[in-house]
Structures are given as C-alpha cells and as structure tokens.
C-alpha cells in the first residue's frame, strides 16, 4: 500500500504542476495599478492675511508663514495636508532688479533640466490686477518641483512659487494630485491681486 500512496501522491503533484503552468494564448500583463487618491471638491477661501498680496486658495489648505524665513513676513506655504504638498509663496521687493529675480527663476529650473522629461510654461497677463509672470510645468517621474510660477507687477512686487511634496513623489502615480493642485494654482493666480 506505501507503494500505491506514493503513486498516488506523484501523480497528483505532476496534475498540480500541469495546471498551475498552463498558460493563455492571449496574455496581456495589467497596467501597474496606484492607490485610490480621494479628492476634495473644490472650494475656495480668500487670503488677505499677507501683508503685499491676497489671493484665493482651496478651503483645505492652511496657509503659514515659512518656518525658515521668519523675517520674511511675506513669504507663505500654502499647506495642501491631504496631499502631503505645500505651495511655497516668496515675495520681493523690485528696485531695478527684475532681470536678477527672472535669471534666478531660470537658474532654478537649469537644476530640474536633468531630471525633467518635459517643460511647458504659460504667459500670465493680467492687465487689470497689473499681474505678469509665467506658469512652468515640469514632467518627470523625480522632478522635485512639478509646478512653479512668477507673478510681477514690474515695478514694486515679485513672488516665485514651487509646489513641493513633503516624500520622494513618484509623479507618475501622482498625476492625479498634481492636475487637481494645478487647478488650486490657476485660482491662485487668477485672483492674485497686489496691495
């Protein structure tokens, strides 16, 4: 009878391996799948709290000064907690030295350039607001900074924003995020408004 059970249990592992190996004709691998993000609906606040500029930002972001410039009362982070980003706000004063904050902005993104795939920008005209800058763009896996912009009225005012993740961002997997904050960013700088 051992001789029979052994039988018995060879041929049952050789069936289980003949199963298990059986592959389809038509075998089409599944994209690599990411965790549901879950996005709030959009609301907006207005921001009058600093003291050169006021704009309009999404109900869910808590805007604080920058923990690393205190003396800069004009420096802010909008803090996007559910996404684990913050936009971070800079403001300086313009005294005959718009060229430098412009090459500052260029040299800034030179830095992303190896790590970029793409980079797209967009003219801001605001005639009304006397608002001017551009809206940079930037693909890649492992760019740091994904958006950034520049708002100037020429003469007084300059702010340079960058929206950062506080992990090492896969963008691919959170392109999600980065379209829905880039909405954020585009009412952010349609209502942006000097004081």
């Known amino acids: 009878m051992n001789r029979i059970n052994r039988y018995i249990i060879c041929l049952l592992f050789v069936a289980v391996a003949f199963t298990a190996c059986h592959h389809e004709k038509n075998y089409m691998p599944k994209p690599r799948g990411y965790f549901r993000i879950d996005l709030p609906e959009k609301q907006y606040v207005s921001v ?15 805007i ?7 003396d800069e009362k004009n420096w802010v982070n909008i803090n996007m907690n559910p996404f684990k980003a913050s936009i971070h706000l800079t403001h300086k004063e313009v005294k005959g030295n718009l060229s430098d904050y412009l090459e500052d902005v260029h040299l800034m993104l030179t830095k992303h350039l190896q790590k970029a795939s793409g980079i797209r920008d967009s003219l801001i005209i605001n005639d009304e607001h006397k608002v001017y800058g551009m809206l940079i763009e930037m693909d890649g ?55």
């Open 48 to 62: 009058d709290t600093v003291e050169r500029y006021r704009f309009e930002c999404p109900n869910y972001a808590v």
């Open 64 to 70: 604080t000064n920058d923990p690393y410039s205190p």
């Open 141 to 195: 896996s492992t760019v740091a900074t994904p958006l950034q912009f520049y708002l100037t009225d020429s003469t007084h005012n300059f702010v340079r924003g960058a929206l950062y993740f506080n992990f090492l961002p896969n963008n691919d997997s959170m392109q999600p995020v980065i379209n829905y904050i880039r909405q954020d960013i585009d009412q952010i700088i349609r209502t942006f408004e000097w004081k």
